[in-house]
């Protein structure tokens, strides 16, 4: 006999005042937002910002933020960064605020996000809201939560060459993939994942239910 579960939907939530950020125009760099861990991906962020520089015909800059968890992971990164002569086309930023944070997203091209463990990715929602097209890998959390929709590219995940041919697929067609973030199908789902009072009945009515039962 298998264990019952229930899928709340919608799972999480974001701010609806992301949405006020869109539409402040667009700067010509990328962005990458996360725990600074290996699970993240930061790994492979330097190899695909190389693989881009090398295939996109312009102006490669990628901004990260984040907080490392150690210093070994620290040096780990920047001898990356180093080792495939990306150090040019990658800005560190650390932890910043929330409220930059956002800005600096939606101000973004594309968002990179090479992550190895998600469930329903708050990141990719936080992008999506904020205005900004999304490349992460294909594993079974977020692309169970946001396979179709429009904005969203996967590939296979430690495809680095994918991913950088991804971001390459959206900045030559960017007035393309610009439209597809104001699409009707994306802002719907969007605004169903404003609220935190949907996600608490939820909880409630099944509390409510198990107690009955």
Known sequence: MGVPYFI??????????LLNHR??????YLVFYARMHPEKGIFELPKIIKVLRDEYDGDVKLKVMGAFPNDGIRRVFFSLVRRYGVENNIEYLGFVSEEEKHEIVAKAKVLIYPSHNDSFSLVILESLALGTPVVAYDIPGPKSVFSGLPGVLF???FDVRGSALAVVRILDNY???????????????IRLHTSW?????????????????
Request: proline fraction near 4%; charged fraction near 25%; charge should be negative.
């Open 155 to 157: 590939v296979r995940e």
């Open 175 to 189: 007035d393309h993939y610009l439209g597809l973030i104001y699409s009707e199908k994306l802002l719907s789902f």
């Open 8 to 17: 709340l939907n919608p799972a999480n939530a974001v701010d609806p005042e």
């Open 23 to 28: 539409g402040v125009g667009k700067d010509d």
């Open 197 to 213: 009072d949907l996600i608490a009945k939820q909880v409630i009515n099944l509390i409510k239910d198990s107690v009955v039962g």
